[in-house]
């Protein structure tokens, strides 16, 4: 508001113009009216000054008081909003006195008035007068901003955009810039400059602290999002909708900035007059925000349902589930709750989270039976079985869906999935009959190609080869152009060999191989065609088409190799057999299968009748890839080598080689490789029982080899060596070692057994589990396997479950790998077994087992008679049980047992 100095006017001409009692009453009434305006009691003032006017302005001697007064009342009227009547007196004040001293003031609330009037283009006119004849006005800033809001109220977007955009970034009075750019924005949209507008809200939105015209904003963001949607610039439309803010958060920020205001207001008050341009817009400002603070969920629902649907058109289902959860969790009621859970379904789908759209499919249909999108999320249901691979499950879901919805818009495609479904599980005849329906059923159906290739395919793997092959070239024939056609071509040369039709066969395969030449099945083509021609008789041609698979085919080419060394020997052409097998080993090197290439290779030197060249390709591989820490082949390739230096001259050159070699390695800094010679050396060493020079070669192994350069072979060498001389706490740091650094090597298994073996004479049950569960699944040695089982087998009696002990025991037995110890272990197992449930009857034929036929186990043999004498007397035959006693007593190879003690005890109960 503004507050005016109190000027007393003496009314001098009154003396001569009118009687004491006509003076008296214009000076009270102006006064009146004076006192009213300073009290803001303008509609008071207003009629003071009004009848002023009507009483005075004829008189001569008040047309100097009458401006003034006009003024006043102009005043009056904007302050209580009548803005008509304001705009009457402020022009009436303009002709009455042109150059005023009030004439700036006016100027600019007649432009305020008409633009609350909505009158753009006069308040336009009033503002620009005011500019041009007061260059120098104080709230030039403040009329500029005024002349641009009404260029914006007359759509006029074009003259507004460069008035906003300069006071968008005037620094001194920030609420003016903050209100421009808002403005400037709404300007940008509304002119059709879409890029520019989202570059703007983009730049507003990264503000802090945040615009007072964030409604405002946030509004034209998620309009200017829709209009980038549907012109499928997904990118920019999904920038729009990130700069929409939640109507939660903008009551927040709103109610923050009215309290702002309201303090500013408060700060204004009882200050000179200038201060009515920072109060008019405070206040215009303040009933903005005031009218915008109720929140409407409708608003937020339908933006996260934009924003989730603009993320999944953008291939970002992740992000686009997290919209869709957020708008489903949040509004649950909401019309739209329906679509937006759907939608959810549809991300979950689509990055593979499927128990939990199937989790959602049934809430939705449980929720929206009637719903149009209830049949589709069923369907997807099943469907996502299939994509699982979930066969069985998939055939019982499609069987409910056509059930449940015999009016099912796609019952093609459901009927299609469940007998393929069959067909994956192998139901061949099944499929078969239900595919043949299907295709009576529906003739015109976008999936007949599927289903017409998939009869085949049911023929094709029922074995039913001959009528495969004729549905199979009328697949090829009706549909030439399907993507299926190649698989198709491949399946008839397959089945042609199935019938033993050979030669059609190899046609078949060779068209193939020729045609689609980076097919998925080119490799399995190639050696199939080349069996085709080995069983024709025709041997070179097969080894040329087993050539064909090269180190890049996989498992075909180790096949297709020894195929080819099949061909090569009933051939007797070992010069190319040696050939084959050399490039075989040098492109395989870290294959499992390069041992048996070896032996190949070796195999084929020696039909030729030389042995040192077949010495020498171990030697080669040996030396070769030896000092590769993570090789595993080693082993295997030195047993082998073992065979060819036969007898004693042999063993003393293979000596001599070994210790050869090793210096060599050693010298030039292949230490793994050393090390792994001087393995094999002390194995021949310890086979000959030359033990002074044992002792010598283990004390300098651990000398020259640390544990970072042995492989996991090392290593074990060491742990083995520990192990056998009782020193197993010397054992388990090798142990660990192999299980952290080579955790994927064969090896790695006996060390978790051997650490579960450790772990179970410290009472560490739950360590010794997880070591014999992991050993277990990585175990591929019988040995290793068997001893786990053992374990595991002792565990289950120590967890009181021996009907499980003894079923695990009796699998020990039944396998022939089952040797030297483990046997009897697994007779006592089953016979601790049978006591600990008390049927002693069964166990004392194993305890006796164990004595008879295992008496070198001097340990289990002296456990077992001394049980067995203990059962004998739990049934009663003390007889049995002194005998056996006896036995056991009179055995000089036990003398010193534990258990001879407590038996002579028993013994001498029974003899008093």
């Known amino acids: 508001m503004l507050h005016f100095r109190f000027i007393i006017i003496l009314f001098c001409l009154f003396s001569f113009a009118a009687h004491a009692g006509e003076r008296l009453n214009a000076k009270q009434l102006y006064q009146a009216g004076i006192k009213s305006f300073a009290a803001s009691d303008y509609k008071k003032s207003a009629i003071c000054f009004a009848e002023f006017i009507s009483r005075y302005s004829e008189e001569e001697m008040m047309q100097k008081a009458i401006p003034r007064i006009t003024y006043f009342l102009g005043c009056s009227f904007y302050n209580i909003r009548e803005m008509g009547k304001a705009v009457d007196e402020f022009n009436n004040y303009l002709k009455l006195a042109p150059e005023g001293k009030y004439c700036e003031d006016v100027l600019f609330r007649l432009g305020n008035a008409y633009q609350s009037m909505r009158e753009p283009q006069k308040a336009v006119s009033a503002f620009n007068r005011l500019l041009a004849e007061f260059p120098g006005f104080k709230n030039k800033t403040d009329v500029n901003f005024q002349i641009a809001v009404c260029k914006l109220m007359q759509e006029k977007y074009e003259d507004a955009i460069p008035l906003l955009d300069s006071l968008s970034k005037q620094k001194n009075n920030p609420d003016i810039a903050d209100s421009a750019m808002a403005y400037l924005i709404r300007c940008l949209y509304m002119n059709g400059n879409d890029d520019e507008t989202l570059e703007k809200i983009k730049y507003v939105a990264k503000q802090n602290p945040p615009s007072a015209h964030l409604p405002l904003i946030s509004s034209i963001a998620l309009s200017l999002g829709d209009k980038f949607y549907d012109d499928f610039e997904y990118e920019k439309a999904l920038d729009s909708y990130r700069c929409v803010v939640s109507q939660n958060s903008l009551q927040k920020l709103q109610k923050k900035k009215i309290a702002e205001i309201n303090r500013k207001l408060s700060e204004l008050k009882n200050k000179n007059a200038e201060t009515i341009v920072k109060t008019e817009r405070l206040n215009t400002l303040k009933s903005q925000l005031i009218s915008k603070t109720e929140i409407s969920n409708d608003k937020d629902a339908g933006w996260y349902l934009r924003l989730g649907r603009c993320l999944f058109d953008m291939d970002m289902p992740w992000e686009s589930a997290i919209a869709f959860k957020e708008m489903k969790e949040k509004f649950p009621t909401n019309s739209a709750a329906p679509d937006a859970s759907a939608s959810l379904i549809y991300c979950y789908a689509q990055i593979g989270f499927y128990d939990e759209a199937r989790k959602d499919i049934d809430e939705f249909i449980k929720k929206y039976p009637n719903h149009q999108k209830a049949q589709t999320l069923a369907f997807l ?28 818009n796609n019952k093609d495609r459901a009927e299609f999935y469940l007998h393929l479904a069959q067909a994956m599980q192998e139901k061949f005849t099944t499929a078969q009959r239900g595919f043949i329906k299907w295709k009576k059923t529906y003739k015109k159906s976008p999936v007949k190609p599927n289903a017409d290739y998939w009869l085949c395919m049911t023929m094709f793997f029922n074995s039913d080869y001959s009528n495969s092959i004729k549905s199979l070239k009328s697949f090829v024939k009706k549909y030439p152009d399907s993507s299926y056609k190649p698989d198709v071509e491949y399946r008839i040369g397959v089945a042609n060999y199935m019938i033993q039709n050979y030669k059609k066969a190899a046609i078949q395969l060779a068209n193939f191989v020729n045609t689609y030449t980076n097919h998925a099945l080119i490799n399995e083509a190639r050696v199939l065609r080349g069996d085709a021609l080995a069983a024709m008789g025709e041997l070179p041609r097969a080894i040329n088409a ?107 050159q293979l000596e001599r080689r070994l210790k050869e070699e090793a210096g060599g390695a050693r010298s030039s800094g292949q230490l793994t490789l050393a090390s792994r010679l001087d393995i094999v050396l002390y194995k021949i060493l310890k086979w000959e029982k030359r033990n002074k020079e044992l002792k010598q070669l283990l004390t300098q192994f651990t000398e020259n080899y640390s544990t970072n350069i042995l492989g996991a072979d090392g290593l074990i060498f060491l742990a083995r060596e520990n192990i056998d001389n009782g020193k197993t706490d010397k054992a388990a740091p090798y142990l660990k070692l192999i299980v952290s650094k080579y955790n994927e090597n064969p090896v790695s298994a006996e060390a978790e057994l051997r650490l579960a073996q450790s772990a179970l004479k410290n009472g560490k049950i739950q360590t010794a589990r997880k070591l014999l569960n992991s050993a277990e699944e990585k175990s591929n040695d019988m040995k290793i396997i068997l001893e786990i089982s053992l374990e595991k087998a002792n565990l289950a009696l120590k967890d009181n479950m021996p009907k499980q002990a003894i079923k695990q025991f009796e699998e020990i037995l039944a396998n022939r790998a089952a040797r030297g110890k483990l046997w009897p272990e697994a007779l006592y197992g089953i016979a601790t077994a049978y006591e600990k449930i008390g049927d002693y009857k069964k166990a004392i034929p194993y305890f006796q087992r164990i004595y008879v036929m295992y008496s070198a186990y001097s340990n289990l043999t002296a456990k077992a008679y001394y049980n067995s004498g203990i059962c004998f007397e739990k049934i009663g035959d003390i007889t049995a049980a002194t005998n056996t006693y006896n036995e056991f007593l009179t055995d000089n190879r036990l003398a010193g047992m534990p258990e001879m003690v407590l038996a002579k005890k028993r013994l001498e109960k029974y003899i008093k």
């Open 381 to 408: 249901k099943a469907e996502s079985y299939i994509n699982q691979e979930n066969f069985k499950a998939a055939e019982k879901e499609f069987k409910k869906l056509v059930g449940k919805y015999p009016k099912l």
């Open 546 to 652: 087993y050539s064909e698979s090269g180190p890049s085919s996989g498992p075909y080419y180790h096949y297709a190799v020894s195929q080819i060394g099949k061909c090569c020997k009933m051939l007797e052409d070992y010069k190319k057999m040696v050939k084959v097998y050399k490039n075989y080993v040098q492109n395989i090197p870290d294959s499992p299968n390069v041992v048996e290439g070896l032996y190949q290779l070796g195999w084929a030197y020696r039909q030729k009748g030389n042995l040192k060249a077949a010495r020498e390709a171990y030697w080669s591989a040996l030396t070769q890839f030896g000092n590769k820490q993570d090789w595993s082949g080693f082993n295997d390739i030195t047993r082998d080598l073992n065979k060819m230096y036969a007898g004693s001259n042999g063993f003393n």
